[in-house]
């Protein structure tokens, strides 16, 4: 079975839990209007080849600012399928008269690996009209020596985040990206990356952000797991906005339980932005159990 078969075969089954879908409706303070003129942007491949680390932009529409977005790194053969992670999923703000984008960086799991691969960003994109309150939060931690796990958290106190990101700083290709994704009320956007099973000499760590706003009309998360939950080597799982609403920002996780050598390939806003695909692989084989993964759409009207 090829990647391209197993990854509908996962598809399938993971279909089968959209109805354990979890979503956190916010109440309290009253919302800000709904968000318009609301897009997803894909960018051109990187560069297909086999060098360690490949970087796409997703640049948004002159005048639109960046809600939050989402990234696919990808082997072109399937004997490296599991080769390749993503390091970085970051949304850009600029106010230099630039456009806004979402960068994503993939790297190589392994120097054995040869085949060519590429990585692709998806931003998603509105119109400043109807983000109140916007602005991003960096949390930029400072590497040390050799930690085995390393969390951020971007932190939007009494706004939401409506999209985030997170990227690995100096990972060599020992470290992977685990998490990138808000809290389950929405106030905070988390981080994380754990060396492989190897360990990793550099030093490492990890920044999180947030693209906070204040609360928009029908703000909501949507968590979903994935079917799979014990040691298959890959998993997927889809979170979808109810009706009526539409992505506004993209996130993904790996369980908490879960070892080195485990991470995220895939973060994918549907093109229609009503649903989130995760996918996450074994670079190396992994005897334990390392859980569900979990696909989040953080949703408004």
């Not at 197993?6 to 089968?16: V, Y």
């Not at 997803?40 to 600012?65: F, M, N």
């Not at 084989?285 to 009207?301: E, L």
Request: hydrophobic letters at 40%; glycine letters at 10%; charged letters at 15%.
């Amino acid at each position: 079975m090829n990647r391209t078969q197993r990854w509908f075969a996962l598809a399938g089954a993971a279909a089968m839990v959209l109805a354990a879908q979890v979503g956190a409706q916010l109440a309290g303070a009253a919302p800000a209007a709904a968000v318009t003129g609301i897009e997803k942007v894909t960018s051109p491949l990187s560069a297909i080849d086999s060098q360690p680390t490949h970087t796409a932009r997703a640049e948004c529409p002159a005048g639109k600012w960046v809600t939050g977005g989402g990234g696919w790194a990808f082997s072109v053969g399937a004997a490296d399928s599991a080769k390749v992670t993503l390091v970085q999923l970051r949304p850009e703000h600029r106010t230099d008269g630039t456009r806004d984008s979402f960068v994503v960086t993939g790297s190589e799991t392994t120097a054995s690996m040869t085949g060519d691969w590429w990585v692709q960003a998806y931003a998603i994109c509105a119109s400043p009209s109807g983000l109140s309150g916007y602005s991003l939060v960096t949390t930029l931690n400072s590497a040390t020596s050799s930690p085995v796990e390393v969390e951020a958290q971007a932190d939007c106190g009494s706004r939401r985040a409506i999209g985030g990101g997170a990227r690995i700083v100096n990972p060599g290709r020992d470290v992977a990206l685990q998490v990138a994704r808000a809290s389950g009320s929405g106030n905070i956007f988390r981080a994380a990356a754990h060396e492989d099973a190897d360990g990793y000499a550099g030093n490492w760590t990890v920044n999180a952000y947030a693209v906070c706003v204040n609360q928009p009309a029908g703000y909501q998360v949507v968590t979903t797991p994935s079917a799979q939950s014990d040691s298959e080597s890959e998993k997927i799982a889809f979170a979808q906005c109810p009706a009526g609403k539409r992505v506004h920002g993209a996130g993904a996780a790996i369980s908490d339980t879960a070892p080195g050598g485990v991470s995220l390939q895939v973060v994918y806003p549907s093109n229609a932005l009503d649903e989130v695909e995760a996918f996450a692989v074994e670079n190396t084989p992994v005897s334990q159990d390392w859980d569900f993964i979990v696909a989040q759409a953080i949703c408004a009207t």
